[in-house]
């Protein structure tokens, strides 16, 4: 089966601190990863779309990497901020699913305290 | 408009009742999906539609739900005879081309909350 974990669950760091959210995936074979932020009552909005031919992409302060070998990519924020508070997703779009759709994590809630 | 819009925002309705959700997709947008969202959960995924042709409806979880997109633009998921365990959000995502061979992302709407009481 097809899925997509992510960990931890919560984080809370305190502004100004480098920070790694991991994703792992169950099948190498996928198309793109996409990283996803949303905020409370809100829908999903995209961070970063790694093809399955990269190895990473960058917008910012932000930094994804994909690693299909191991089925893991990590999001990494730089000098966090109390405005990156949110939870973060991961989705992954495998060969062989169902059209197109995303598979996504639960994702990771984090805090970042001023 | 410039993102995916969902209609209604909020949605309650008494358990058995009909109700019916709107998603106005990003203008020439080829690729509509719906997700449903329960809390503290990611999204999974219920239908694909390919402008007007639903090509992957593996996700609806029963027959009970139905979604159409008739002339290849808004989309309406329907679901009747709701049940408690419908209460979730329901998302709507776009994207600009055809999901088979597109490495495009998929861009989502707000939602709408539904509550079945």
């Known amino acids: 089966k097809q899925e997509v974990t992510q960990i931890p669950a919560a984080l809370s760091v305190p502004e100004g601190e480098n920070l790694v959210l991991n994703c792992s995936f169950t099948d190498s074979a996928i198309y793109n990863l996409q990283w996803f932020r949303q905020d409370p009552g809100k829908g999903l909005t995209s961070l970063l779309l790694?093809?399955?031919?990269?190895r990473e992409q960058t917008s910012g302060r932000l930094n994804a990497s994909l690693d299909k070998s191991s089925g893991r990519s990590t999001l990494y924020i730089a000098a966090s901020q109390p405005g990156d508070s949110a939870t973060y997703l991961c989705?992954?779009?495998?060969?062989?699913?169902?059209?197109?759709?995303?598979?996504f994590g639960k994702g990771t809630k984090l805090s970042v305290k001023p | 408009g410039a993102g995916v819009s969902q209609s209604p925002r909020y949605k309650v309705a008494k358990r058995g009742q009909d109700v019916a959700l709107r998603c106005d997709p990003i203008?020439?947008?080829?690729?509509l999906f719906w997700y449903q969202q329960a809390l503290g959960q990611g999204p999974e995924f219920l239908t694909y539609?390919?402008?007007?042709?639903?090509?992957?409806k593996s996700g609806l979880p029963s027959d009970r739900f139905f979604a159409e997109r008739p002339e290849g633009s808004v989309s309406t998921l329907k679901i009747q005879r709701t049940q408690q365990e419908d209460s979730a959000v329901y998302l709507c995502?776009?994207?600009?081309?055809?999901?088979?061979?597109?490495?495009?992302?998929?861009?989502f709407g707000d939602g709408t909350r539904l509550s079945i009481l």
């Open positions: 203008s020439g947008h080829v690729s």
């Open positions: 539609f390919q402008n007007e042709a639903q090509l992957d």
């Open positions: 790694i093809q399955s031919s990269q």
């Open positions: 989705a992954v779009r495998f060969y062989g699913g169902s059209q197109g759709n995303l598979i």
């Open positions: 995502a776009s994207s600009l081309a055809p999901q088979i061979t597109s490495n495009q992302p998929q861009h």
